[in-house]
């Protein structure tokens, strides 16, 4: 392969975001492996100055214009779809996440080009360029490889170290001068989600309960040993559902990604869907009936017992220990 491999620069709120440092890392030792320049490319409003921060790539390319103020996936694809026949690009990295969804499929088809969704691994065994895409929630992992190494890519936010994408060099920049046409999906207004009570990404320790807490009354006793850990709850989406904690306590897909030092879950399968939310916290300890319970083969520590045995210990012998 002798083409350049793209990043498509993620933003948000005037700041690069982690997914698009964690594609530049492994972009950079795929360029490297293959020999070939690694570029990057950022498009928006206001997101000049934004562009110095890509310095793990050769080069820059910034569109910078004030209608392109939150553009749709619509308008990104077209935009990328010029930039890619222009500057013969073979390879692309999008992350996969809520912001830039929906934009590869529409580059993919457009440019005829295979595209490889949920993408965790990538490598280069033979000058061919491997990658794992995670399918049905984590259940299956499937090793592809793209014909020419040449596809479209997105990238599973949390799947590569986002420091290694990071550089104080500068790299070269060229500000393109792309048209901008007239879409029918335009953005209308970004919704902020409502603030919760406190903010469970920002804990240090979380205390998390699953449905083997049985009912709402015993959220109380959980409350104790969160208040003696000086940690927070969060819940599995079973609890959030039956409406025992607010959702901003919801962690995992469809809820919050965590990554606090202490994990404690309680009573908790460990679903992918759970996990993908908690897999990255620092120390997980998990108490579980069931000795066969998934959640056991991310846990660094499991108890193999019945919460409510192993909880008022607990909570005796932490409260104990802080008041030695
Ligand atoms: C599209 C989609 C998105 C989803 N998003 C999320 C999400 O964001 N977050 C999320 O959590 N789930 C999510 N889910 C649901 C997920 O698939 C699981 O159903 C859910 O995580 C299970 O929650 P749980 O582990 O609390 O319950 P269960 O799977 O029912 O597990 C309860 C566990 O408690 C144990 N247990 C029971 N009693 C006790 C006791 N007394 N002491 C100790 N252990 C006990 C049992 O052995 C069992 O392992 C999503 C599903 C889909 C399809």
């Known amino acids: 392969m002798q083409e350049p491999i793209l990043v498509l620069a993620e933003h948000l709120r005037g700041e690069i975001a ?88 529409k580059l993919s088809f457009r440019l005829n080009l295979p595209f490889v969704n ?14 794992t895409s995670q399918l049905f929630g984590g259940k299956i992992l499937s090793d592809v490889r ?23 060099r500068k790299p070269s920049i060229e500000v393109l001068d792309l048209p901008l046409e007239e879409t029918k999906v335009i953005f209308k207004q970004y919704l902020e989600p409502e603030a919760g009570d406190i903010d469970i990404t920002k804990q240090d320790i979380l205390i998390s309960v699953g449905r083997g807490i049985a009912n709402a009354d015993n959220i109380a006793m959980v409350n104790e040993l969160a208040d003696a850990l000086g940690g927070a709850l969060c819940a599995s989406r079973p ?26 879950s309680l009573g908790i399968s460990g679903a992918p869907e759970h996990v993908e939310g908690m897999k990255d916290s620092g120390l997980i300890i998990s108490i579980n009936t069931d000795t066969n319970a998934p959640i056991f ?28």
Not at 42 to 58: E, N, R, T, Y
Not at 119 to 125: A, F, L, P, Y
């Open 118 to 131: 949920f993408c965790r691994n990538i490598w280069v065994k033979d000058a061919s360029v491997g990658l």
């Open 239 to 264: 609890v959030i559902d039956q409406g025992w904690l607010p959702l901003s306590r919801q962690v995992g897909k469809s809820g919050m990604t965590v990554k606090p030092k202490l994990y404690l």
């Open 18 to 105: 982690d997914i698009t440092y964690e594609m530049l890392g492994v972009g950079r030792k795929l360029a490297d492996e293959l020999k070939v320049p690694l570029h990057s490319v950022i498009f928006g409003k206001d997101v000049a100055p934004l562009a110095s921060h890509l310095g793990v790539a050769d080069s820059v390319f910034v569109l910078d214009h004030p209608q392109l103020d939150m553009p749709s996936s619509e308008v990104v694809a077209t935009l990328l779809k010029t930039l890619i026949e222009q500057k013969n690009i073979s390879l692309v990295l999008i992350g996969g996440t809520n912001v830039s969804t929906g934009i590869g499929p």
């Open 146 to 168: 793209l014909p020419g190494n040449r596809g479209v890519v997105s990238v599973y936010p949390g799947s590569f170290p986002p420091d290694v994408g990071k550089s104080d």
């Open 297 to 324: 083969s991310v846990s660094h520590y499991g108890i193999c017992a019945d919460i409510f045995d192993v909880l008022p210990t607990l909570i005796e012998e932490i409260k104990a220990h802080k008041s030695e």
